[in-house]
């Protein structure tokens, strides 16, 4: 039976979920079309590209998975394979995961995942709405 790792040591900084991630040439990070919720014209929407990072300190080697939830948390939206990363002791890494062609059936508070060796480790909530549903309610109330 193989030997469990440990995640005494690691903690999770913060969690981001943006459009694209990129490495620049003097090592530092760029993200692009962070999101704090999405807001789709109509639903059904599909995003071509949705990143999450994930920025970890402590000490050892783990897997790391991120899965995407629906609201009521019975259907999983997108899945990522189990992905190795290594903190070094007293340091920091970084652990991106890119899905593509992400659908959105419906406006929720939809759950994102972060699993370390397959237990999920933390939680949050990535809002979902229908811009299009919203303005017919703001504009019926504009009315009355």
Same mark, same amino acid.
């Given at each position: ?13 913060y +969690?981001i ?9 003097? !090592?530092?990070? $760029? ?23 994930? !920025? ?13 939830l +629906? ?20 340091g ?5 995961t ?19 060796? $397959? ?9 979902? $709405?229908d ?8 504009? $019926?109330?504009?009315?009355?």
């Amino acid at each position: 039976m193989p030997e469990q790792i440990s995640t005494r040591d690691l903690q999770l900084q913060y +969690t981001i979920i943006c459009e694209d991630v990129r490495l620049e040439i003097n !090592h530092k990070v $760029s993200l692009m079309g962070i999101f704090y919720a999405i807001q789709a014209p109509q639903l059904p929407v599909t995003l071509l590209k949705l990143v999450i990072l994930n !920025h970890w300190s402590g000490d050892g080697q783990f897997l790391s998975e991120v899965r995407i939830l +629906t609201p009521d948390r019975t259907q999983p939206v997108a899945v990522s394979p189990p992905s190795p990363f290594q903190v070094p002791a007293n340091g920091y890494a970084d652990n991106v995961t890119i899905f593509a062609n992400v659908s959105f059936a419906t406006a929720g508070n939809y759950v994102v995942q972060t699993l370390i060796n $397959s237990n999920v480790f933390a939680e949050q909530a990535l809002a979902v $709405s229908d811009a299009s549903q919203e303005q017919s309610i703001m504009s $019926s109330e504009q009315i009355q």
